[in-house]
């Protein structure tokens, strides 16, 4: 297990499917330029607009099957139908760097990195209401009536999932969802237990 004491800080942002996590990391790419955000693999259908090396790396079943048989994923998991994971040595390049990390998917993920990272941060983002997350899911025009029902059906399930986090956060105003994000990650930062290699350099720099 990669020990992330006074290395980049691992973020998680989860939470159930059409909460609105991929819209709250728009916001947060701009408001943090410091944080390198993981470029996940997947096996689904690229949707109009998005890019190879961009959005995802879209991979066929083969070569996603491939990459799990070598330990390639930090973690992966199968979401709707399709697969996805976070390619493992980017990420744990950048931690040992020092680079601050953001990982922005499912629940079955988040708790998978949550048993090999816990020293990570795991932020819940919770929708305002039931009835709003179902209406968000429905309004999806990009995913098929299949995946919506199947979506649909994990919700309960997926807000179940929520006291395995350390901070929730609700998608109301998206906004005020990334800057509640980017506080998260301020304070997680000035955790003593995270700072003390630079508590000893400041204690032999006053002593000497
Ligand atoms: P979408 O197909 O809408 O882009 O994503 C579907 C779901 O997969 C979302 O809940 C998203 O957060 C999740 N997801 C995206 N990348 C990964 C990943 O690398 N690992 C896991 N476990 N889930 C992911």
């Known amino acids: 297990m990669l020990s992330l004491a006074n290395k980049g ?5 989860s939470g159930p499917s059409g909460v609105g996590k991929g819209t709250v990391c728009s916001f947060l790419k701009s408001m943090n330029p410091g944080i390198n955000f993981s470029i996940s693999a997947t096996t689904r259908e ?28 930090l973690e992966w998991a199968e979401v709707y139908g399709n697969f996805y994971g976070t ?14 990390v953001l990982l922005e ?3 079955q993920g988040a708790c998978k990195v949550k048993e ?3 020293e990570g941060v795991f932020i819940f983002l919770l929708p305002p209401s039931k009835e709003e997350l179902r209406k968000r899911i429905l309004g999806r025009a990009a995913d098929s009536p299949e995946t919506i029902k199947k ?7 997926e807000l179940a999932a929520i006291n395995n986090y350390h901070y929730v956060v609700v998608n109301d105003r ?3 969802a990334a800057d509640k994000v980017t506080a998260i990650i301020k304070a997680e930062k000035c955790r003593l237990s995270r700072n003390q290699d630079m508590l000893l350099n400041r204690r032999r720099s006053i002593i000497d």
């Open 105 to 107: 998917i499912d629940i």
């Open 151 to 157: 979506r649909l059906s994990c919700v309960d399930e």
């Open 46 to 73: 690229a949707r109009a607009q998005e890019q190879n090396g961009v959005n995802y790396y879209f991979l066929s079943k083969d070569e996603f099957i491939n990459k799990i048989d070598r330990n390639e994923f």
């Open 174 to 176: 998206v906004e005020q």
């Open 116 to 118: 090999s990272y816990p």
């Open 87 to 100: 390619p493992k040595a980017v990420v744990e390049e950048q931690l040992v760097q020092g680079k601050d």
């Open 9 to 13: 800080l691992l973020v998680v942002l």
